[in-house]
């Protein structure tokens, strides 16, 4: 009997670690929206920075919070495995200033919302989904924004963003997927090249 009871508590110890490991993770990753989310407001409400040196701050803060390379990867879709190292290399740092310049021109009134965690759910080993909701004050909409969060090496970090249901990796993918069906690989390079060089 007094066997049977270790067994049992064993399990049930067992149990409530993963658990607690589990909530840590949790925590820890809607920290991480916070503080990520409160970085960019800071940024986009300094006054005081002109064009050049927000992209330089926002480009230092995607170095610590986003794992944009794993994001050009996906977005390049079945042409990933195709690529060459030096193909990848340069569609990387291409997509890396054409992010960072793309979100800074759509975020404009970021500095005017709040965020509020909603909940956080640990999918796999190292993925764990952060439901927020996000109010502006400037014209009292409220927007659901899930959170894909990548524990990479004990580091977390956002690996896509999704807005009431869509997730913007994936509307990536299938844009690049439109534009190599039609002009080949190329044909994405010269896009984000136009689109780095006009903004």
Known sequence: MN?????????????????????????????????????????????????ESRLKKLNDISQNY???????????GDYRDKATSAEKDNFNKLFREYFIKNMSSKLNDFADQELKILDSKKINENNI??????????DAQEINVDWRIY???SKLLARDLVVEGLSLARTQREEFASIIASRGFAGVINALETFNKSH
């Not at 994001?71 to 390049?76: Q, R």
């Open 66 to 76: 986003l794992d944009l390379d794993a994001l050009a990867g996906y977005t390049l």
């Open 129 to 138: 989904i952060v439901s927020t909701k996000i109010f502006s004050k400037k």
């Open 151 to 153: 524990s990479k090496e």
């Open 3 to 51: 066997f049977l009871y270790k067994k049992i508590f064993f399990y049930f110890s067992f149990f409530i670690f993963l658990s607690f490991k589990s909530y840590s993770a949790e925590v820890n990753a809607e920290t991480f929206v916070l503080k990520l989310t409160n970085e960019a407001k800071l940024i986009f409400n300094d006054k005081s920075l002109n064009l």
